[in-house]
């Protein structure tokens, strides 16, 4: 649909009912969700084939909306002050009661915020009122959108509306910054031109390889029944202490994910061990994930 008021009529309605839409923005078109909504959130990493649980940017109308989700230093205010709205995304400590589902953030203790300069975005989060985690609107690893006519050729038949808001201005990613204590770092490259240490370790932001939740205590995988000392995680028809999908529903099990592990690595029992979770797409995401959460740690 162009972009129009009937078109952010349509896509807040299926938004608030779960569903990704492709929406664009300055940088490029994105695959928004509410970010309230873990299953929703699920849906995007099921349209991207995404391989792996990466933290995602999450889009806000302004900077108030984005305290009511992050801790903003100084460093970060002033950041936000001039260069948003705009292709500008900062890492900030994450609220204990933002409301956002952790897969958004893979767990993590940080959230990766920005305030987008696209009509067609700030209409939307004004249409929905919550905040929207908006990948790019591309198959992973395929070459972000620009146009509609890209996110169609990547993600057609697997999201239920696309807003064509032509060119995107930018047409490249955002820049990040983290701004959680100490001298900022830049964890991406973008249009933003920002003095800060450039990162070679850690990584914790979008769009780049795997920073991970990883537990406390060992994680066992493949596991058809519990140990002793072992806190099981179930999926499908094996049932363990708490269950990622009793019906083996990859989307549920992938809201499920992170909130799982923070409470098997909270309960008294001190190793974990997870069911199988068969299949490809969004399993194979699944098992990736656990299976870097498992790797030995030195």
């Not at 799982?260 to 399993?283: C, K, S």
């Given at each position: 649909?162009?972009?129009?008021?009937?078109?952010?009529?349509?896509?807040?309605?299926?938004?608030?009912?779960?569903?990704?839409?492709?929406?664009?923005?300055?940088?490029?078109?994105?695959?928004?969700?509410?970010?309230?909504?873990?299953?929703?959130?699920?849906?995007?990493?099921?349209?991207?084939?995404?391989?792996?649980?990466?933290?995602?940017?999450?889009?806000?109308?302004?900077?108030?909306?984005?305290?009511?989700?992050?801790?903003?230093?100084?460093?970060?205010?002033?950041?936000?002050?001039?260069?948003?709205?705009?292709?500008?995304?900062?890492?900030?400590?994450?609220?204990?009661?933002?409301?956002?589902?952790?897969?958004?953030?893979?767990?993590?203790?940080?959230?990766?915020?920005?305030?987008?300069?696209?009509?067609?975005?700030?209409?939307?989060?004004?249409?929905?009122?919550?905040?929207?985690?908006?990948?790019?609107?591309?198959?992973?690893?395929?070459?972000?959108?620009?146009?509609?006519?890209?996110?169609?050729?990547?993600?057609?038949?697997?999201?239920?509306?696309?807003?064509?808001?032509?060119?995107?201005?930018?047409?490249?990613?955002?820049?990040?910054?983290?701004?959680?204590?100490?001298?900022?770092?830049?964890?991406?490259?973008?249009?933003?031109?920002?003095?800060?240490?450039e990162q070679t370790g850690g990584i914790e932001a979008p769009g780049m390889l795997?920073?991970?939740?990883?537990?406390?205590?060992?994680?066992?995988?493949?596991?058809?029944?519990?140990?002793?000392?072992?806190?099981?995680?179930?999926?499908?028809?094996?049932?363990?202490?708490?269950?990622?999908?009793?019906?083996?529903?990859?989307?549920?099990?992938?809201?499920?994910?992170?909130?799982?592990?923070?409470?098997?690595?909270?309960?008294?029992?001190?190793?974990?061990?997870?069911?199988?979770?068969?299949?490809?797409?969004?399993?194979?995401?699944?098992?990736?994930?656990?299976?870097?959460?498992?790797?030995?740690?030195?």
């Amino acid at each position: 649909m162009p972009f129009d008021d009937a078109a952010i009529a349509e896509a807040a309605r299926l938004v608030l009912a779960g569903e990704p839409i492709v929406v664009p923005t300055e940088t490029v078109y994105g695959l928004a969700a509410d970010a309230t909504n873990a299953e929703a959130v699920a849906r995007i990493y099921e349209a991207k084939g995404r391989p792996s649980f990466n933290p995602l940017i999450v889009h806000v109308r302004d900077l108030d909306a984005a305290e009511r989700i992050g801790v903003f230093d100084d460093q970060a205010h002033a950041l936000a002050a001039e260069h948003w709205p705009g292709p500008l995304t900062l890492v900030v400590p994450l609220k204990p009661a933002s409301g956002v589902a952790s897969i958004v953030t893979a767990g993590l203790p940080t959230i990766a915020l920005r305030v987008p300069a696209h009509q067609a975005m700030q209409a939307l989060l004004g249409a929905v009122d919550r905040p929207l985690a908006a990948p790019s609107a591309n198959a992973s690893g395929r070459i972000s959108p620009t146009r509609a006519a890209h996110a169609l050729a990547s993600l057609g038949g697997r999201i239920p509306l696309i807003i064509d808001g032509g060119p995107t201005e930018r047409g490249i990613e955002s820049t990040i910054v983290a701004a959680t204590g100490g001298p900022l770092r830049l964890l991406r490259r973008g249009p933003v031109v920002v003095e800060a240490i450039e990162q070679t370790g850690g990584i914790e932001a979008p769009g780049m390889l795997a920073s991970h939740y990883a537990p406390t205590k060992p994680l066992r995988l493949d596991a058809r029944e519990p140990r002793d000392g072992e806190y099981l995680i179930g999926f499908g028809t094996v049932a363990g202490d708490a269950t990622l999908s009793e019906t083996g529903d990859p989307i549920e099990a992938a809201a499920r994910l992170f909130d799982l592990l923070h409470r098997a690595d909270a309960a008294p029992q001190p190793r974990i061990a997870v069911a199988p979770v068969p299949g490809e797409g969004l399993p194979a995401a699944i098992r990736d994930r656990l299976k870097r959460a498992a790797a030995p740690r030195s």
